[in-house]
């Protein structure tokens, strides 16, 4: 049996070392990379190390705002780029009546009378051509004119609108005011009004047959013939004017300007402003290129020892003082499990860059109050310094957001230490809300702080305040069935006596059910002087004997 117990014992060491590794491992690829993150930098702040120097030259990145404003204006600086095609709609005209005329004619000549007609008209159409090359013919009677008439009329309508320029496009595409026309190699900057949409020309090709004069119904008739010719002779290129927008991005540079060697990067003493951030950042990132493949390996090293060294003391202290957590693998991975989201938001926050403080949409308040309430206050507490050391680290040792989130994660456990009901995780969001607040306003006037920035980052620290007791709700019922946990919460709802089958054992066995109570109030006293879970005791002591509601007589006291 020993034997047994021993190997189990080792089983689980091995899954907890296997854990805290995968643990370790998966929150350092979330570094930032390739930097040299030695430095704390946070806009008004003081820098109260020696002054820095350039060790070598590097240029100095531009803020990301203005970059993307400049990338915005350089794709917004190309025009769209049209092909300019010879003529083509006149050219078929002309062949195609040449075409059409012989057609008829052989028609004509057939005496059997079968119409054949192997041109794109209607049937309608057709008859109407073939009876005016009668009437030509004097084959009928009648007046108008020729076929020959008409398609020259066809002709010079469509010639008109190919010599302003047909686009390939219709009006209702937006396109910039001027356009590109390329010929070879060269294009030519011209306004979009010198020309006609592919509509437009339709609309002007129909105008100009209409100025013919021709009936009603050989008006029909030529307008289905001329629509097939309006071809556009500006065809505009999608592939060329993307390559123009890349080039044109291309062209606009990373950089601001250049730090030479030597030169002082900021003094001792200097308040920190936006473009000493930028020079200091610039300088990180140049600092972490320059360090080699040794150096990459040596940084990583020195991560991974980082954030081992805190998920190591996190584990000394449930080892010392809350074995039972230590021993329960199933908990070590839903400690894991938070530790890990937690801080993949906070890799993803850091991706994003915009110019609102979205750093406080990390929950680290919703996870205090998780772990408070799966484990106790001192657990929450613990493992709140802990969360919020590594994310600070993740956004490159960030003093400023570790301690708000500690303020506000510390106040978190607090607010759900003595849990009653689950209503009483959404009185939280007050004092997470105060937290923040006084946070906010603390390093606000430290560093000089407009006012409207601290009501922005007060705007979204409440938006945390909100959201983290309802992330807690959520998650708590989740990790509850999953990993099997029964809270504080859980006992609590166990021992309301609204429950079926205390109604049940009220019902069926009420002796059984006053012996129960008195045996639930010496348990609870009991292990209160023992310095066990009162609560589990107390609902324990309330089902012990629900079995006998099957036979209830069978027992003196009911």
């Given at each position: 049996?020993e034997?047994?117990?021993n ?5 689980g060491?091995k ?11 998966l ?8 930097e ?44 769209p ?20 005329i ?28 073939l009876n ?8 009928i009677?009648?007046?108008?004119p ?39 190699n ?24 209409s ?13 289905e ?21 890349e080039q ?6 990373k ?6 060697e030597?030169?002082?990067i ?28 040794v ?16 998920i190591g ?13 230590f021993y ?16 993949f938001?906070t890799?993803?926050?850091?991706q ?17 109050m ?15 310094v802990?969360?919020t050391?590594?994310t600070?680290?993740l ?7 570790m ?10 456990v ?16 007050l ?12 390093f606000?006037l430290?560093?000089f702080a ?7 980052e ?7 305040a ?14 509850e ?27 069926k ?5 006053n ?15 023992i310095g066990?879970n ?25």
């Amino acid at each position: 049996m020993e034997d047994y117990l021993n190997i189990d014992t080792k089983k689980g060491i091995k899954r907890k070392i296997l854990i805290g590794l995968t643990t370790i491992f998966l929150i350092v690829i979330m570094f930032p990379k390739g930097e040299s993150i030695e430095y704390e930098v946070t806009e008004g702040t003081i820098w109260i190390h020696d002054d820095l120097i350039a060790p070598f030259s590097f240029p100095i990145i531009k803020d990301k705002t203005i970059y993307q404003a400049e990338i915005k204006a350089a794709e917004e600086s190309v025009y769209p780029v049209f092909i300019k095609k010879e003529l083509l709609g006149t050219d078929s005209v002309q062949k195609y009546a040449a075409y059409l005329i012989n057609v008829i004619d052989d028609n004509l000549q057939k005496e059997n009378g079968n119409i054949i007609n192997p041109t794109f008209l209607s049937s309608n159409s057709f008859n109407k051509f073939l009876n005016i090359r009668k009437r030509q013919k004097g084959m009928i009677r009648g007046s108008g004119p020729g076929l020959q008439e008409i398609f020259s009329s066809v002709m010079s309508a469509i010639e008109k609108v190919e010599k302003i320029g047909i686009l390939s496009v219709n009006s209702d595409v937006k396109l910039k005011d001027s356009i590109a026309i390329r010929q070879g190699n060269i294009d030519r900057i011209e306004p979009i009004s010198n020309y006609l949409t592919a509509d437009m020309a339709r609309r002007e090709v129909r105008n100009n047959i209409s100025s013919f004069n021709f009936n009603t119904e050989i008006e029909n008739t030529v307008l289905e013939y001329a629509m097939r010719f309006v071809f556009p002779n500006l065809i505009f290129d999608s592939e060329l004017t993307n390559i123009e927008v890349e080039q044109a991005k291309n062209n606009i540079s990373k950089y601001s300007g250049i730090v030479n060697e030597n030169e002082r990067i900021i003094a001792k003493h200097d308040r920190i402003t936006k473009q000493a951030i930028l020079i200091i950042e610039s300088f990180k990132e140049a600092k972490g290129d320059t360090i080699g493949q040794v150096g990459m390996l040596l940084q990583a090293l020195g991560k991974f020892i980082h954030i081992g060294l805190l998920i190591g003391l996190l584990t000394l202290y449930l080892y010392f003082f809350r074995k039972k957590i230590f021993y329960d693998n199933t908990k070590i991975v839903l400690i894991a499990i938070v530790f890990i989201f937690v801080s993949f938001v906070t890799f993803l926050l850091s991706q994003i860059s915009v110019e609102a403080p979205i750093h406080f949409l990390i929950f680290v308040p919703a996870a205090s109050m998780i772990f408070t309430i799966a484990f106790d206050s001192r657990v929450g507490f613990y493992t709140t310094v802990i969360l919020t050391l590594i994310t600070g680290a993740l956004r490159g040792n960030d003093y400023t957001f570790m301690a708000m989130n500690f303020i506000a994660g510390g106040i978190s456990v607090y607010t759900v230490r003595d849990i009653k009901n689950r209503t009483q995780i959404f009185r939280s969001f007050l004092y997470i809300l105060f937290g923040y607040f006084a946070s906010i306003l603390a390093f606000g006037l430290e560093r000089f702080a407009p006012v409207d920035t601290m009501l922005i980052e007060l705007a979204f620290a409440g938006s945390n305040a909100l959201i983290s007791p309802v992330l807690t709700y959520g998650l708590l019922i989740f990790f509850e069935r999953i990993f099997k946990i029964t809270t504080d919460l859980t006992l609590l709802e166990l021992s309301n006596f609204d429950r079926p089958i205390l109604k049940e054992l009220t019902r069926k066995a009420p002796g059984t059910f006053n012996h129960s109570l008195i045996m639930g109030n010496l348990a609870e006293a009991a292990a209160e002087k023992i310095g066990a879970n009162p609560l589990l005791a107390r609902v324990g002591a309330y089902y012990h004997d629900i079995g006998k509601t099957i036979t209830p007589l069978g027992f003196v006291e009911n």
